[in-house]
Nanobody, 124 residues
Framework: QVQLVESGGGLVQAGGSLRLSCAAS????????MGWFRQAPGKEREFVAS????????FYADSVKGRFTISRDNAKNTLYLQMNNLKPEDTAVYYC?????????????????WGQGTQVTVSS
């Protein structure tokens, strides 16, 4: 059974940083493409970042490019999202997700497994 558990969310002031973690069990993160999505209040869930199995191919939403970095620690079987220069519009519940194949993707429908989410709140 695949389980993805996010952590690291919280309240931060604009301009601050947070690092989200996604610990995986029942699945080796280095064997599949992984991604981060977020859902703000009253909005649909949207793509944030993704990483291919090889870690060579990474995609980012335009709104976070240059501020967020997706990475993983194979030894810890954990996916990360480093978020710098946070803005109030980054406030959302952040979800990690795993595909069943190796290619990086921006498409929510192409991810099979999801975590429960972690809240990130950025104050102005």
């Amino acid at each position: 059974q695949v389980q993805l558990v996010e952590s690291g969310g919280g309240l931060v002031q604009a301009g601050g940083s947070l690092r989200l973690s996604c610990a995986a069990s029942g699945r080796t993160v280095s064997s599949y493409a992984m991604g981060w999505f977020r859902q703000a209040p009253g909005k649909e869930r949207e793509f944030v970042a993704s990483i291919s199995r090889s870690a060579v191919i990474q995609f980012y939403a335009d709104s976070v490019k240059g501020r967020f970095t997706i990475s993983r620690d194979n030894a810890k079987n954990t996916l990360y999202l480093q978020m710098n220069n946070l803005k109030p519009e980054d406030t959302a519940v952040y979800y990690c997700a795993s595909r069943d194949e190796y290619l990086s993707s921006r498409q929510e429908r192409e991810y099979s497994y999801w975590g429960q989410g972690t809240q990130v709140t950025v104050s102005s």
